[in-house]
């Protein structure tokens, strides 16, 4: 490979075409622009026939591959990410001993190939294929979207830390970036600045997954530019901040919500990514029975209905689908939230802002005199906000809020622990439901098998059962070879009848809760979760992942 290299060097210098000196001139510049080397040397007012390719070929004696005889796996195609490959028209073919092995659609980029390994941090061979086959690759594998990004406020006219050649690269590496992570689907973008590189990983179906960063010198530029996009003050280094930029990427629009947060390498940074589209009860993922128990208990005139699991488990995709579901012209609807991540026309939304004294307590006591019939609380945090929320309920208003417990009769407790006296619970409470989030199987890839016993015994299907069919994940295109494609809920409703509510009179441990809650039907976590795995739309390892504390 590097006698290609020196060959088309020499070539273009015999020919006259370019001089060593600027040959090295054009090296120089393409790590400062990162552009293709061609449009480099235009740049540098170096002008060439435009058969140029085909005389290189021929003389060289470069031969088309054909890239479609490559198996294209999953490890192959994160070695590149959307960015790069479209960036240098680069795409790569397999993994070898050596590194990788990658194809070009102009034999001048194998100038380049050095400056690619430095990138990638791989050593690169390269072998020639034809523009219409790159094309039709990079717009399977790695599609390019149009991305439109507009700040939360007017920022400056140049970022600190950002030479003036080097901003419209940084730019398109933001931009590219945000329309990556979206057309993937992920939740979140991470950037960390670590000792010897800047690591960016995706958050995508509730996992992270680490894809090509960009080199370590650009993260003093990159990390502005977003911070500018943001409205922050891209001076302040030394404290965390919170922004937001608004977004379009073909044409779909959403929020991205930034914050950064000082780290010994550097800031680190965190994009959440605000899909516009709300979600209905329909599809957050019930079960028949739980959906029409749980539009039952949100049409009820009055009381507290929350709705619990850790963080990142959808509470507020829950909560937001709920209130999307009320008829909003007959009802006043008021919220209270930190931050406020979706707007719903026909509702007053509020943002807690605690810096100027703006609780979530102090919300709800102002909300009370708006006359509205519906509260939703954000989060309950501490025991003010708890009793007037328990307040609220106990004079005429319908409240829904968030808390942070495992499972859905730990919320009843929870209450107790944070000062609410029981009778009080046992009055305003109507229902907890507590949730989590599942990994869907692709519908395209994922494959049959048949249990082995210990998977029996955790599903409970006995093991002289026999037609017993699970599915597991395999990876494919559609998917980006992970066998999963989005995510469902899985659901415990608790629901709070005479006998709970004497029980929680009676201040009741949890256990005692759900073990009568159980016996009236109320479905837990793994049971949810285990009618998935066998209606085939989760796998087993995924029952295991999110429910693992419910496993004997």
Known sequence: MVNKQKFISEFLTAKGIITHEQLQQAKQSQQRVQERIDIVFKKLGINYEENLSDLIIQELGLVFVDPFNFTLEKQVLEAVNSFFANRFRVFPLKLENSGLLVALDNPLNYISLDYFSTLLGLSLNAELIK??????????????PDILVSAASEPPETTEGLAPEDEAPVIQLVSTLIADAYEKRASDIHIEPMHDKLRVRYRIDGLLCEVQSPEKKLQAALISRIKLMAGMNIAEKRLPQDGRIRTAVNNREFDLRISTLPAHYGES????????????????????????????????????????????????????????????????????????????????????????????????????????????????????????????????????????????????????????????????????????????????????????????????????????????????????????????????????????????????????????????????????????????????????????????
């Open 131 to 144: 523009k219409k086959e790159m094309d039709d690759l990079l717009n399977r594998y790695y599609p390019a």
């Open 269 to 552: 940074v965190v994009l959440r990514i605000l899909d516009k589209r709300v979600m209905n009860v329909e599809e957050l993922g019930f079960s028949p029975m739980q959906r029409q128990e749980f539009k039952n208990i949100i049409n009820l005139p009055n009381g507290i209905v929350l709705v619990t699991g850790p963080t990142g488990s959808g509470k507020s995709t829950t909560l937001y689908a709920v209130l999307s579901s009320i008829d909003r012209a007959k009802k006043k609807i008021l919220t209270v939230e930190d931050p406020v991540e979706y707007q719903i026309n026909g509702i007053n939304q509020v943002q807690v802002k605690t810096k100027i004294g703006l609780t979530f307590a102090r919300v709800l006591r102002s909300m009370l005199r708006q006359s509205p019939d519906i509260i939703m609380v954000g989060e309950i945090r501490d025991m003010e906000t708890a009793k007037i929320s328990v307040q609220s309920a106990l004079t005429g208003h319908l409240i829904f809020s968030t808390l942070h417990t495992n499972d859905a009769p730990s919320a009843v407790t929870r209450l107790v622990d944070m000062g609410i006296q029981p009778y009080m619970v046992a009055a305003t409470l109507q229902a907890v439901l507590a949730q989590r989030l599942i990994r869907l199987l692709c519908g395209h890839c994922k494959e049959p098998y048949l249990p082995p016993k210990d998977e029996r015994r955790i599903l409970e299907i006995p093991l002289d059962e026999e037609g017993v069919t699970l599915y597991r994940a395999r990876g494919c295109y559609h998917c980006a070879h992970t066998g999963y494609l989005g995510r469902t809920g899985i659901f415990e409703l608790l629901l709070l009848d005479e006998e709970i509510r004497q029980l929680t009179h009676e201040c009741m441990s949890s256990t005692v809760l759900r073990e009568r809650a159980r016996a009236k039907g109320m479905k837990t976590l793994k049971e949810h979760a285990r009618e998935k795995v066998l209606s085939g739309i989760t796998t087993f390892q995924e029952l295991v992942r999110v429910t693992q504390s419910d496993i004997d």
